[in-house]
């Protein structure tokens, strides 16, 4: 809780009671969260249930590979690869899970107990597209 007493206070969160805030702490909390997840993609626009547009998947600006968006349980997007990997080829900070909720599903980063090599994660994109030269995996 934050201590304010705004109208804006309440609790935040897509999975459960992340925090109880107002506007202002919340975006601070979740451009925070975002940040270091890396949960930075821009949202899919709402699009007509009744129009008869296509929709095309998002590609990215950078190696033009198909990207998922995702919802994260903090309201900000993340891009996260199409299919999932075994969690053993993919580095810890960038494994993701989708869970669902009663309004479609929301990305989580995998925190806390970590899967079995071979069970399924959602590597964040960056992962794939963008070398890290900071990361293990990737020294020479």
């Known amino acids: ?3 304010e007493r705004d109208p804006s206070v309440r609790g935040r969160g897509r999975i459960g009671l992340l925090a109880e805030l ?16 890396g949960a930075t993609a821009t949202p899919w626009p709402e699009h007509d249930p009744d129009g008869t547009e ?29 299919r999932p990997l075994p969690a053993k080829d993919v580095p810890e900070r960038h494994r ?19 899967p079995l090599p071979d069970e399924l994660v959602f590597p964040h994109h960056r992962v794939l597209c963008v070398p890290d030269d900071d990361a293990p995996w990737h020294a020479t």
């Open 1 to 3: 809780m934050c201590g």
């Open 96 to 114: 993701w899970r989708l869970v669902p909720t009663p309004a479609g599903f929301v990305a989580v980063r995998v925190r806390g107990i970590q």
């Open 54 to 82: 296509w929709i095309e998947a998002p590609v990215c600006e950078q190696c033009g590979a198909a990207i998922r968006v995702w919802p994260t349980n903090y309201d900000r997007w993340v891009s996260l690869a199409t």
């Open 22 to 37: 107002c506007g202002r702490c919340w975006n601070r909390l979740a451009n925070d969260i975002a940040e270091e997840e």
